[in-house]
């Protein structure tokens, strides 16, 4: 749930993930199918880093409603998708600027 | 490429590339630079790239146990390079400039400047990097004989990378330790083995046929999304906590190999881009082997000139564009102890001593986001611009104009050292092939003359090495200073109020035949005029 109150500038959300498959796209949208935005991990996780990561998406003004929003998740691998579980997809917040 | 020649009155740009170099060049390197990198698209960076798969070609047929052999180079990448915190955009300023160097070596051209893929203007893989008839065998094309299976590559390289690791230095060990790569079978086995591109055919999922990028990736180079990754006002994200704030760099990691997240610019385009380049069959692009496709650097490229843009908008407004002061002592002494030298000797850095681009002695030419981050200063009162719709077809000789109001300041063309530029929006006919894109400024009201000798003539835009419009919206950036100061001293445009731009295609006389056979609207879309 992030709740949106209008301006002019775009809203930036702050997605926490668990670990993602390489080369997958965590897609965010509201339960009517409004596509938010997405996530694409690339790159190492060594050994050492945390399980939950943390991804920027920039999302236009003007594209959620005002108030409440619920966000789903889908995971999208070469073609084939289905929901993300709990453990990929951990929350939504909106970020600052 | 069209027959004309560009004369001094004409700024024909190519690909998106613009040619007004002088203020970015004295912003961003102090005057000093002596290489200047440009679009890939554009005719001087297509003249690079000959140079660069001269060099590519070159560093495959070095020895395997030759720190400058093409496989060697991009190992770098493997063993080093920080994904997802806020390492990434330093660590590869210098693994791209130092090859820039090397590149001048092979290539055999001392004016060699690493050219940039501005993905935003050229959402699609160029030509260059295709076999084609005049290059059968590309060394820019992954699928090229210059790219080993695993068979042949573990039977030539094993045993001299091998030995390479032997000589690490402890310090180095460590760092490969932290990596998760405690000795040379798991470097081989967990490191180089799956990141590997096993067959050829399978390294880059882009053909000559089928280029363009595709949805997310598309999506993810788009203008709004670049400007989203350019407005912030510190250099770190900071997540968790009350303190959250959106940075330009992706969040603090305790050392460069741990992930932690990534802001707008690495998540989005950069990530997105790489896994774009590859599919379910393989590919370079979305490992971490990614730098043995030489599209690779011509990608980081403009990731790195990305962050030059936002270098010079946080200085112009009085910011630091650097980690703050309590960041810094944990930001700065994280050493790079990987990368070579154009010697071919390790030339082991810190974060701290690679953020400048001052000392490589590059600069670039403005692209996608040059012109968007002076107008993010510019809603903080520093330079004015002015934006218009125009949503009008236009064609062959003939003109579609959007109507700008300037805001009070925006006359400041003419002053020293202040150029106006505009960037012009536009959705291509469905052919582009012969076809020269021109823009005009002309007084509210009056319709230029559609000749490269009018007064108001302000430049051109073609495309390089596409037959199609592919569909996507262009941005070409144009300086129009030149053209509005004719004006002003013939006297017919005021000192500010309205001013017109004109887009209208225009065409070459061999390519007519191109030019019946297809419609010819093209849709003129929006401008924006900035003043730097
Ligand atoms: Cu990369």
């Not at chain 1, 594209?63 to 929901?83: F, K, N, V």
Request: net charge negative.
């Amino acid at each position: 749930m992030i709740d949106v109150v209008s301006g002019s500038d775009p809203l930036v959300l702050a997605v926490r993930t668990g670990p993602l498959p390489a080369g997958a796209e965590l897609v965010l949208e509201t339960p009517e199918g409004l596509r938010i935005g997405s996530v694409s991990p690339f790159g190492a996780t060594a050994a050492t880093s945390p399980a939950e990561q943390v991804h920027l998406v920039p999302v236009p003004a003007g594209t959620l409603p005002d108030g409440r929003t619920e966000i789903r998740a889908r995971l999208i691998l070469h073609g084939s998708e289905r929901a993300a579980t709990a453990r990929e997809f951990l929350g939504v917040a909106i970020i600052g600027n | 490429m069209t027959g004309a020649i560009p004369t001094n009155r004409r700024t024909v740009l190519k690909g998106g590339a613009a040619l007004l170099a002088v203020p970015f060049l004295a912003r961003s390197a102090a005057g000093q630079a002596s290489h200047l990198r440009v679009s890939m698209t554009s005719e001087e960076g297509i003249a690079h790239l000959q140079t660069y798969r001269k060099a590519v070609a070159a560093m495959w047929a070095l020895d395997p146990s030759d720190p400058h052999n093409w496989f060697r180079y991009a190992m770098i990448h493997l063993m080093d390079c920080p994904h997802g915190n806020w390492w990434f955009f330093v660590w590869h300023r210098p693994y791209v400039a130092h090859l820039e160097r090397i590149v001048r070596i092979y290539g055999e051209d001392e004016a060699f400047a690493m050219p940039y893929w501005d993905w935003t203007a050229d959402p699609f893989v160029a030509d260059t990097f295709f076999a084609s008839s005049t290059y059968p065998d590309n060394a820019l094309d992954p699928s090229s004989s210059h790219y080993p299976d695993w068979d042949s590559f573990e039977s030539a390289y094993h045993d001299p990378i091998e030995a390479f690791w032997n000589g690490l230095s402890d310090a180095q060990k460590q760092q490969e330790n932290l990596r998760g790569f405690p000795d040379f079978d798991s470097f081989w086995t967990t490191g180089v083995q799956p990141n590997f591109n096993a067959n050829p055919a399978d390294g880059r999922s882009k053909t000559a046929a089928a280029p363009d990028l595709t949805p997310p990736a598309s999506d993810a180079v788009m203008l709004p999304v670049i400007e989203a990754g350019l407005r912030p006002e510190i250099f770190t994200t900071v997540v968790g906590s009350g303190q959250a704030r959106t940075g330009f760099n992706s969040p603090e990691s305790q050392n460069h190999h741990q992930g932690v997240g990534a802001a707008i610019l690495e998540g989005q385009p950069h990530n997105k881009v790489h896994n774009d380049l590859g599919n379910a069959a393989g590919g370079w692009m979305p490992s971490l082997l990614s730098s043995v496709d030489p599209i690779f650097f011509m990608h980081h490229c403009n990731v790195d000139r990305l962050w030059d843009v936002w270098t010079t908008k946080e200085r112009t407004a009085g910011r630091t564009a650097l980690p703050t002061a309590e960041e810094a002592p944990r930001f700065d002494p994280e050493p790079f102890l990987f990368y070579i030298g154009d010697a071919g000797q390790p030339a082991p850095s810190t974060a701290g001593a690679s953020m400048d681009i001052a000392p490589w002695g590059y600069a670039y030419t403005p692209g996608s986001g040059s012109a968007s981050a002076a107008g993010l200063q510019s809603r903080r009162g520093i330079a004015p611009n002015a934006t218009a719709q125009a949503n009008e077809g236009f064609g062959l000789n003939e003109g579609a104009t959007a109507s700008l109001s300037l805001p009070e300041g925006a006359a400041a063309a003419g002053a020293e050292e202040t150029r106006q530029v505009a960037q012009v929006t536009f959705t291509p006919p469905r052919t582009v092939k012969g076809l020269r894109f021109d823009v005009f400024v002309s007084p509210a009201g009056e319709t230029p003359e559609l000749s490269e000798d009018s007064p108001g003539f302000a430049g051109s835009f073609e495309f390089f090495g596409m037959l199609h419009g592919h569909g996507h919206d262009f941005t070409a950036v144009i300086d129009v200073t030149d053209a509005v100061e004719r004006l002003r001293e013939a006297g017919t445009l005021p000192e500010s109020g309205a001013i017109d731009v004109t887009l209208a295609a225009s065409g070459t006389g061999r390519e007519d035949r191109t030019l019946e056979s297809a419609p010819l609207e093209g849709v003129f879309k929006s401008v924006v005029l900035e003043s730097f």
